[in-house]
Protein backbone atom coordinates (compact mmCIF):
# COMPACT_ATOMS: atom_id res chain seq x y z
CA UNK A 1 0.00 0.00 0.00
CA UNK A 2 1.40 3.34 -0.96
CA UNK A 3 1.81 5.30 2.03
CA UNK A 4 1.75 9.31 2.94
CA UNK A 5 3.62 9.79 6.07
CA UNK A 6 3.57 13.10 8.38
CA UNK A 7 5.37 14.28 11.20
CA UNK A 8 3.99 12.94 14.24
CA UNK A 9 3.80 16.33 16.41
CA UNK A 10 1.95 17.56 18.45
CA UNK A 11 3.99 20.55 17.38
CA UNK A 12 3.23 23.16 20.53
CA UNK A 13 4.60 27.22 19.77
CA UNK A 14 4.31 30.20 20.76
CA UNK A 15 2.71 33.20 18.80
CA UNK A 16 5.08 35.00 16.59
CA UNK A 17 7.06 31.51 15.88
CA UNK A 18 7.94 30.01 12.65
CA UNK A 19 6.95 25.96 12.09
CA UNK A 20 7.52 23.64 9.63
CA UNK A 21 6.32 20.46 8.62
CA UNK A 22 6.93 17.41 6.42
CA UNK A 23 4.95 14.51 4.32
CA UNK A 24 6.75 12.09 2.69
CA UNK A 25 4.80 9.88 -0.16
CA UNK A 26 5.90 6.92 -1.55
CA UNK A 27 4.44 7.00 -4.91
CA UNK A 28 7.37 8.55 -7.46
CA UNK A 29 4.95 9.06 -9.88
CA UNK A 30 3.29 11.26 -7.85
CA UNK A 31 1.58 14.65 -9.98
CA UNK A 32 -0.33 17.05 -7.16
CA UNK A 33 0.00 17.54 -3.61
CA UNK A 34 -2.17 19.96 -1.33
CA UNK A 35 -2.06 20.83 2.24
CA UNK A 36 -5.31 20.93 4.44
CA UNK A 37 -6.24 22.30 7.69
CA UNK A 38 -8.50 20.56 10.12
CA UNK A 39 -10.76 21.75 13.20
CA UNK A 40 -11.72 19.91 15.65
CA UNK A 41 -14.58 18.43 14.39
CA UNK A 42 -15.10 19.87 10.98
CA UNK A 43 -13.94 18.91 7.72
CA UNK A 44 -10.81 19.29 6.03
CA UNK A 45 -10.17 22.54 4.31
CA UNK A 46 -7.53 22.89 1.59
CA UNK A 47 -5.18 25.34 2.45
CA UNK A 48 -2.94 25.58 -0.75
CA UNK A 49 -1.63 23.37 -3.58
CA UNK A 50 2.07 22.43 -4.07
CA UNK A 51 3.82 23.05 -6.94
CA UNK A 52 7.05 21.91 -8.43
CA UNK A 53 8.55 25.38 -7.99
CA UNK A 54 7.14 25.73 -4.39
CA UNK A 55 4.68 28.49 -3.84
CA UNK A 56 3.62 31.01 -0.96
CA UNK A 57 0.66 32.15 0.29
CA UNK A 58 0.72 34.91 3.14
CA UNK A 59 2.84 33.68 5.73
CA UNK A 60 2.55 29.88 4.72
CA UNK A 61 5.00 28.68 2.06
CA UNK A 62 4.80 25.01 0.28
CA UNK A 63 7.67 23.10 -1.34
CA UNK A 64 7.78 19.80 -3.12
CA UNK A 65 11.38 18.12 -3.36
CA UNK A 66 10.47 15.37 -5.79
CA UNK A 67 14.15 13.60 -5.30
CA UNK A 68 13.54 12.89 -1.45
CA UNK A 69 9.92 12.43 -2.19
CA UNK A 70 8.30 15.07 0.55
CA UNK A 71 6.62 18.11 0.37
CA UNK A 72 6.60 20.73 3.16
CA UNK A 73 4.71 23.58 5.05
CA UNK A 74 6.45 26.35 6.89
CA UNK A 75 4.33 28.87 8.57
CA UNK A 76 5.86 31.88 9.43
CA UNK A 77 4.50 34.60 12.31
CA UNK A 78 2.06 32.30 13.73
CA UNK A 79 -1.34 32.97 15.12
CA UNK A 80 -3.52 31.51 17.60
CA UNK A 81 -6.13 30.57 14.58
CA UNK A 82 -3.23 28.82 13.02
CA UNK A 83 -3.89 26.28 15.74
CA UNK A 84 -5.27 23.37 13.68
CA UNK A 85 -4.41 19.66 12.37
CA UNK A 86 -2.38 20.10 9.04
CA UNK A 87 -2.80 17.31 6.80
CA UNK A 88 -1.20 16.41 3.52
CA UNK A 89 -2.72 14.30 0.22
CA UNK A 90 -1.23 12.98 -2.59
CA UNK A 91 -3.85 13.24 -5.45
CA UNK A 92 -2.65 10.07 -7.14
CA UNK A 93 -3.53 7.78 -4.01
CA UNK A 94 -6.21 9.78 -2.62
CA UNK A 95 -4.71 8.85 0.47
CA UNK A 96 -4.44 11.54 3.30
CA UNK A 97 -1.51 11.44 5.96
CA UNK A 98 -2.37 11.20 9.86
CA UNK A 99 -1.95 15.14 10.12
CA UNK A 100 -0.13 16.45 12.41
CA UNK A 101 -1.71 18.68 15.39
CA UNK A 102 -0.28 22.40 15.74
CA UNK A 103 -1.12 24.26 18.72
CA UNK A 104 0.01 28.12 18.89
CA UNK A 105 0.13 29.49 22.58
CA UNK A 106 0.30 33.04 23.69
CA UNK B 1 -18.72 30.52 -2.39
CA UNK B 2 -19.51 26.74 -4.26
CA UNK B 3 -19.93 24.04 -1.54
CA UNK B 4 -20.78 21.07 -1.20
CA UNK B 5 -23.81 19.51 0.91
CA UNK B 6 -24.25 16.77 3.03
CA UNK B 7 -27.05 15.26 4.91
CA UNK B 8 -28.19 15.03 7.49
CA UNK B 9 -25.57 16.24 9.88
CA UNK B 10 -26.08 13.69 12.21
CA UNK B 11 -27.58 10.09 12.29
CA UNK B 12 -28.22 7.79 14.99
CA UNK B 13 -29.32 4.21 13.22
CA UNK B 14 -29.50 0.83 15.12
CA UNK B 15 -26.75 -1.93 14.22
CA UNK B 16 -28.13 -4.25 11.59
CA UNK B 17 -30.15 -1.37 9.49
CA UNK B 18 -29.27 0.62 6.05
CA UNK B 19 -28.69 3.84 6.38
CA UNK B 20 -27.89 6.11 3.04
CA UNK B 21 -25.59 9.36 3.41
CA UNK B 22 -26.35 12.19 0.90
CA UNK B 23 -24.33 14.32 -0.93
CA UNK B 24 -24.74 16.84 -3.21
CA UNK B 25 -21.33 17.59 -4.95
CA UNK B 26 -20.55 21.43 -6.82
CA UNK B 27 -22.30 21.47 -9.63
CA UNK B 28 -19.43 21.43 -12.49
CA UNK B 29 -17.77 18.79 -10.55
CA UNK B 30 -16.89 15.60 -11.77
CA UNK B 31 -15.05 13.76 -9.40
CA UNK B 32 -16.62 12.14 -6.51
CA UNK B 33 -15.13 10.83 -2.99
CA UNK B 34 -16.10 9.79 0.36
CA UNK B 35 -13.85 9.31 2.90
CA UNK B 36 -14.67 8.31 6.90
CA UNK B 37 -12.95 9.50 10.38
CA UNK B 38 -13.79 7.90 13.26
CA UNK B 39 -13.30 9.81 16.48
CA UNK B 40 -9.58 10.45 17.10
CA UNK B 41 -8.43 9.11 14.39
CA UNK B 42 -7.22 9.67 10.56
CA UNK B 43 -9.26 10.94 7.53
CA UNK B 44 -9.46 7.34 5.69
CA UNK B 45 -9.83 7.02 1.81
CA UNK B 46 -13.36 5.28 1.05
CA UNK B 47 -13.94 5.36 -2.49
CA UNK B 48 -13.52 7.50 -5.76
CA UNK B 49 -16.44 7.87 -8.72
CA UNK B 50 -15.82 9.21 -11.97
CA UNK B 51 -18.08 8.79 -14.79
CA UNK B 52 -20.92 6.97 -13.54
CA UNK B 53 -18.43 4.11 -12.09
CA UNK B 54 -15.97 3.19 -9.34
CA UNK B 55 -12.86 4.75 -9.96
CA UNK B 56 -11.03 3.32 -7.01
CA UNK B 57 -12.28 2.10 -3.31
CA UNK B 58 -10.12 0.97 0.03
CA UNK B 59 -10.09 -2.16 1.77
CA UNK B 60 -12.56 -0.90 4.07
CA UNK B 61 -14.91 -0.30 1.35
CA UNK B 62 -16.52 -3.61 1.36
CA UNK B 63 -19.73 -5.03 0.20
CA UNK B 64 -21.97 -3.66 3.11
CA UNK B 65 -20.85 -0.09 1.22
CA UNK B 66 -21.85 1.01 -2.20
CA UNK B 67 -22.12 4.36 -3.90
CA UNK B 68 -24.51 5.65 -6.27
CA UNK B 69 -25.17 9.20 -8.64
CA UNK B 70 -28.82 8.41 -9.00
CA UNK B 71 -29.66 12.00 -10.92
CA UNK B 72 -27.77 14.38 -11.99
CA UNK B 73 -27.06 16.12 -8.34
CA UNK B 74 -26.96 13.87 -5.73
CA UNK B 75 -24.45 11.52 -4.94
CA UNK B 76 -24.84 8.75 -2.21
CA UNK B 77 -23.15 6.21 0.15
CA UNK B 78 -24.95 3.32 1.26
CA UNK B 79 -24.15 0.77 3.88
CA UNK B 80 -26.20 -2.36 4.44
CA UNK B 81 -26.17 -3.76 7.63
CA UNK B 82 -24.07 -1.19 10.12
CA UNK B 83 -22.28 -2.62 12.60
CA UNK B 84 -21.00 -0.58 15.88
CA UNK B 85 -17.83 -0.01 14.24
CA UNK B 86 -19.10 1.78 11.25
CA UNK B 87 -20.12 4.78 13.89
CA UNK B 88 -17.89 8.00 12.28
CA UNK B 89 -17.61 11.01 10.46
CA UNK B 90 -18.08 10.55 6.46
CA UNK B 91 -17.22 13.31 4.34
CA UNK B 92 -17.87 13.73 1.09
CA UNK B 93 -15.81 15.74 -1.24
CA UNK B 94 -15.77 16.73 -4.96
CA UNK B 95 -13.26 18.01 -7.67
CA UNK B 96 -13.11 19.39 -10.94
CA UNK B 97 -10.25 17.52 -12.06
CA UNK B 98 -8.65 14.35 -10.59
CA UNK B 99 -5.40 16.51 -10.22
CA UNK B 100 -7.44 19.27 -8.56
CA UNK B 101 -7.81 19.71 -4.88
CA UNK B 102 -10.88 18.88 -3.40
CA UNK B 103 -13.82 20.35 -1.43
CA UNK B 104 -15.03 18.53 1.51
CA UNK B 105 -18.91 18.31 2.61
CA UNK B 106 -19.36 19.28 6.34
CA UNK B 107 -19.90 15.74 7.23
CA UNK B 108 -22.35 13.30 8.23
CA UNK B 109 -21.46 11.98 12.27
CA UNK B 110 -22.97 8.37 12.08
CA UNK B 111 -23.50 6.91 15.17
CA UNK B 112 -24.40 2.99 15.23
CA UNK B 113 -26.00 1.66 18.48
Known amino acids: RKEVEQDPGPFNVPEGATVAFNCTYS??????FFWYRQDCRKEPKLLMS???SGNEDGRFTAQLNRASQYISLLIRDSKLSDSATYLCVVNNDMRFGAGTRLTVKP | EPEVTQTPSHQVTQMGQEVILRCVPI?????FYWYRQILGQKVEFLVSFYNNEISEKSEIFDDQFSVERPDGSNFTLKIRSTKLEDSAMYFC???????????FGSGTRLTVV
Open chain 2, 27 to 31: SNHLY
Open chain 2, 93 to 103: ASSARDIDGYT
Open chain 1, 50 to 52: VYS
Open chain 1, 27 to 32: NSASQS
